[in-house]
Every structure is written in structure tokens, then in C-alpha cells.
């Protein structure tokens, strides 16, 4: 089975901190997305990629931005954390070959930004 | 992007089936149709996916009606186990969209 690691299961930042959360898949997939979850607000698209050093916004970008230097790893990075970035932040991979390629998912970051 | 809608939540009990409804309206002739299932705390997972008719695995059933517009998740004598979201998403592209889900509630 596909395993998507998420570096921290639960962090606690102060805002204006730079924080980088770490997503690592093992099943050499081409796309990777950073989602972020709100009560509510089901899952939103911050950022994709959908190959090594190529990114994509999603629907809310904004205080976000992402870095994809190997294809195993999408870091998300928050250069000046707000509050309002305290959320669920979820990681997933998905390979390349039809529309028909499952989403993986990792555990989640609870992140809270004080 | 092709847009679903869902019921935002719905209650059932322990061991009967439960069909929850997604409408697809702007679906595109290559767009499949998938929903996953995300208990609290976890990352969505994979449940089911279909194009046309009617797919049948170990978990659920996806029924698709000729013009595909919509399709129903029905999931065979429901448990405890069973209360999660239930997304409905219809995927065209590498940018794929969640909306708000289903919040399935099963009652002893």
C-alpha cells in the first residue's frame, strides 16, 4: 500500500514564525497536493504539483507556498504563520495515469498558530 | 471543474442500507466519479469509483444513471464504524476539488 508521511502529527507556532510542514510518499507518484481542513469547510486545495520542481495554486494560496525538489517530498511553507492558518493540514499523492488514480492521504498536521 | 452536490448530513441506524446522493450536473465525458470516506482525525481514504452504471466492491456500490448527472453511494447494513464524511468528487484534471461532503451519523 501507498504511504504518504507527514512529518509532525500535531505543532504549535507562534504567529510570524516560518514553519515548513513535510510530506514524503513512497510509491514514486508523480502528484502531490497540500489540502488544508476547516470545521465546516470540508478540504481545501492550497497548492499541487504535479511533477518534480512544478507547482500549481490551488483555491486558497495565499500565505502559502511550496517547494518540490524531489519527487517524494512537497513541503508546504508558511513564511509568516497567522492565526488564521491554525488548521488541519493534509497531504496527499496521487500517481499520473488516468483520472481514474486514487488519492492517497496522509495523517494529517494539526497546526496551531498562537 | 465539474461541481457536486451533496446533503450536508444524514442519520441512520445500525444495519440498514444508506444512499446518499451526489448531483453532478456539469459532468464531462471523461470524468470519473469517486468518493471517499474520512472518519475523525485521518486523512480521507478511498471507498469507490465509476464511470457508468453500476461498481461493486467489498465496501459499497456506486449506482450511475445513463446520463450521469448524479450518482448514488449506497452502503449495504451500516455500523457504528460506518459514521464518517463521505465526499462525492468528479475528477477531470491533476487539480482535484473536495467540497463540504456528507456527514453520515449511524444511531444504535
Known amino acids: 500500500d501507498v504511504k504518504v508521511t507527514q512529518s509532525s502529527r500535531y505543532l504549535v507556532k507562534r504567529t510570524g514564525e516560518k514553519v515548513f510542514l513535510e510530506c514524503v510518499q513512497d510509491?514514486?507518484?508523480?502528484?502531490m497536493f497540500w489540502y488544508r481542513q476547516d470545521p465546516g469547510l470540508g478540504l481545501r486545495l492550497i497548492y499541487f504539483s504535479y511533477d518534480v520542481k512544478m507547482k500549481e495554486k490551488g483555491d486558497i494560496p495565499e500565505g502559502y507556498s511550496v517547494s518540490r525538489e524531489k519527487k517524494e517530498r512537497f513541503s508546504l511553507i508558511l513564511e509568516s504563520a497567522s492565526t488564521n492558518q491554525t488548521s488541519m493540514y493534509l497531504c496527499?499523492?496521487?500517481?499520473?495515469?488516468?483520472?481514474?488514480?486514487?488519492?492517497?492521504f496522509g495523517s494529517g498536521t494539526q497546526l496551531s498558530v498562537l | 471543474l465539474a461541481k457536486t452536490t451533496q446533503p450536508i448530513s444524514m442519520d441512520s441506524y445500525e444495519g440498514q442500507e444508506v444512499n446518499i446522493t451526489c448531483s453532478h450536473n456539469?459532468?464531462?465525458?471523461?470524468?470519473?466519479i469517486t468518493w471517499y470516506q474520512q472518519f475523525p482525525s485521518q486523512g480521507p481514504r478511498f471507498i469507490i469509483q465509476?464511470?457508468?452504471t453500476k461498481v461493486t466492491n467489498e465496501v459499497a456500490s456506486l449506482f450511475i444513471p445513463a446520463d450521469r448527472k448524479s450518482s448514488t453511494l449506497s452502503l449495504p447494513r451500516v455500523s457504528l464504524s460506518d459514521t464518517a464524511v463521505y465526499y462525492c468528487?468528479?475528477?477531470?484534471?491533476?487539480?482535484?476539488?473536495f467540497g463540504k461532503g456528507t456527514r453520515l451519523h449511524i444511531l444504535p
Open positions: 465509476g464511470y457508468k
Open positions: 456539469n459532468i464531462a465525458t471523461n470524468d470519473y
Open positions: 468528487l468528479v475528477v477531470r484534471d491533476d487539480k482535484i476539488i
Open positions: 510509491m514514486d507518484h508523480e502528484n
Open positions: 496527499a499523492s496521487r500517481g499520473a495515469g488516468a483520472h481514474n488514480e486514487k488519492l492517497f
